[in-house]
Each structure stands twice: as structure tokens, then as C-alpha cells.
């Protein structure tokens, strides 16, 4: 009975995080306190796209898109998310990924220095698709000087 009862909460949670394995499945608590760090360089000026995040049902359509928030802004120059239509990256052992041959709108994040800025920067940001927490990123930016 508790197997049974078991394999129905997991099932629960996989359901609610659009099938993902349960192991992949973050509490906020757990995200909120291990922000993943990314490091990215930029060119004094030049935008960069940072990363992106999408959320795709098995059949490729749209689940939702993920929700972005700037927890921390960059010091140095700006931050955004923008919805943008790019490839997803899903492992060859997931069942979406099919859905990396063609492209799908995304949540992206982009950082522009400011003018002349050279040195180091970073951003923190929050990405939600709920009803799944996907996490937090500390992105550590290094400004070198224009091309």
C-alpha cells in the first residue's frame, strides 16, 4: 500500500513538473540557496545572449514559457529577458529531444555592458515555469575590452 501510494505522489510530480525525472524536481528552498554559476564574456559595448530556458510538452509545443526575474542586477551595465524563438538542448535520453531540430520560443537573458566598462560583473536571476521552480543562475560576466 505505501509503494502504491508512493509511486502516486511520484507520479503527481512528475506530472506537475511537465515529466521531468522527480530527481531533477527542485524544492524553492533548494534553489533559493544554490544558485547555479555561469560564466559568460562580453565585449565593452557589445550585447551578449547569456542563456535561455523553454519549457516543451513531449510533442514539442509549447508547455509554457518560463517567467524570469532579475534578483540582483549587474553593476556594470544592464540585464534583461527577452521571449526569443531558438533551439532547445534537451539530452539524448529525453524524450523531447526531437524537439532540438527545430526552434520554439524561449525565454532568453541578455547583459550589455556599459559604455567604456571594462572588469568584472555578474547578475543573478530567478526562472519559474510553473508550476515547476527551475532555479536560479549567478552569472559571472567578465567585460573585456572592445574587438
Request: proline content about 7%.
Amino acid at each position: 500500500m505505501r509503494r502504491a501510494v508512493r509511486f502516486l505522489v511520484l507520479l503527481g510530480v512528475c506530472f506537475l513538473a511537465a515529466c521531468q525525472t522527480p530527481e531533477s524536481v527542485k524544492t524553492a528552498s533548494e534553489v533559493a540557496s544554490k544558485p547555479q554559476v555561469m560564466y559568460r564574456v562580453s565585449y565593452a559595448g557589445q550585447q551578449i545572449y547569456a542563456g535561455h530556458w523553454y519549457n516543451l510538452n513531449v510533442d514539442c509545443s509549447i508547455n509554457n514559457i518560463p517567467e524570469g526575474t532579475i534578483l540582483k542586477p549587474p553593476a556594470h551595465g544592464v540585464a534583461q529577458f527577452k521571449v526569443i524563438e531558438d533551439y532547445s538542448n534537451y539530452s539524448s535520453t529525453n524524450l523531447r529531444s526531437p524537439c532540438n531540430k527545430q526552434k520554439s520560443k524561449s525565454l532568453a537573458l541578455f547583459y550589455t555592458p556599459e559604455k567604456g566598462y571594462t572588469g568584472d560583473d555578474s547578475v543573478l536571476v530567478k526562472v519559474v515555469s510553473p508550476p515547476t521552480m527551475f532555479g536560479q543562475w549567478n552569472y559571472q560576466i567578465r567585460v573585456e575590452p572592445a574587438r
